[in-house]
């Protein structure tokens, strides 16, 4: 392996609710950089969700955020990359999530909007360190721009994979439709993805896929472990990322992330 750029998913591959950073992982991510190789952070959240996970990493390689949407340079707000969905298609996610009555939101660079604040997006905030903008009306009607992301949670994982594979029907050769975790339902435009990201962020350094490692654990980590040359998996990943992995780490509470940069780069 020529390895040159490490690529990290952020919840439940590097972080959790419950432990943060742990100090083993940013000791092996510390070591990482020190041997030249470079770091980046590729989440399905939003830029400046992962902003402080880059700092408490001393991670200065852009971000990969809103799973491969957008790329964009810590230091000097460069945008490497910024791929929304189309307006039509947006509003088409929208209304599907209306006549199934389930809750949605969409993103741009200020945020994430909602209706209004309730149990879920209360539970997404707290999660993700941030709070959503009110628009006071009906979402289909305050959208008018082309978002970066939408995101619909279903009740439970039954319930969201009966919507995934419904919307996977729906928006087929339109958008990008991922399960970032049990209840996530995740619309980006239709070349959006960690794997596309990884590509074009390794040739914005000289490099190609080859010399890349990734390391995730969600749906919508599948691309980027499956088209990098090395991919690994958390023991906690979905079952398609594990099968996509060439190497499979303990779990994201057991320091899994560590262990695999541990064992393949230092």
């Not at 590097?14 to 992982?25: F, M, N, P, Q, Y």
């Not at 996610?93 to 660079?109: E, G, I, P, R, T």
């Not at 990884?198 to 390391?215: E, F, H, Q, T, W």
Request: hydrophobic residues 40%; charged residues 25%.
């Amino acid at each position: 392996m020529d390895i040159k750029l490490l690529v990290c998913d952020l919840d439940d591959t590097l972080i959790s609710e419950e432990s943060g950073v742990t100090k083993r992982a940013i000791k092996a991510i510390t070591q990482v950089k020190e041997k030249g190789i470079k770091v980046a952070i590729a989440t399905g959240r939003m830029h400046f969700s992962a902003f402080p996970f880059a700092k408490i990493m001393d991670i200065i390689e852009p971000i990969i955020s809103y799973n491969g949407a957008l790329i964009k340079n810590i230091e000097s707000d460069e945008v490497i990359l910024h791929l929304p969905v189309k307006y039509d298609y947006a509003i088409e996610v929208l209304q599907m999530a209306k006549d199934n009555d389930k809750f949605v939101q969409y993103y741009s660079d200020k945020g994430y909007y909602v209706t209004q604040h309730c149990k879920q997006s209360d539970l997404y905030g707290k999660r993700t360190g941030t709070r959503a903008n009110e628009t006071g009306v009906e979402l289909i009607k305050s959208l008018d721009f082309e978002p970066t992301k939408l995101l619909m949670i279903g009740k439970d994982g039954e319930e969201s994979e009966t919507l995934y594979n419904l919307a996977a029907k729906k928006f087929k050769g339109r958008l990008n439709i991922t399960r970032s975790s049990d209840t996530y339902i995740e619309f980006n435009h239709i070349d959006a993805s960690k794997g596309n990201a990884c590509d074009i962020l390794a040739k914005y350094y000289g490099y190609d896929l080859n010399n890349v490692m990734s390391i995730g654990n969600g749906g919508n980590d599948v691309d980027m472990i499956k088209r990098a040359g090395f991919g690994v998996a958390v023991m906690n990943a979905v079952p398609e990322a594990r099968e996509a992995a060439d190497y499979i780490c303990a779990s994201q509470e057991d320091d899994g992330a560590a262990e695999a940069i541990e064992k393949f780069l230092l």
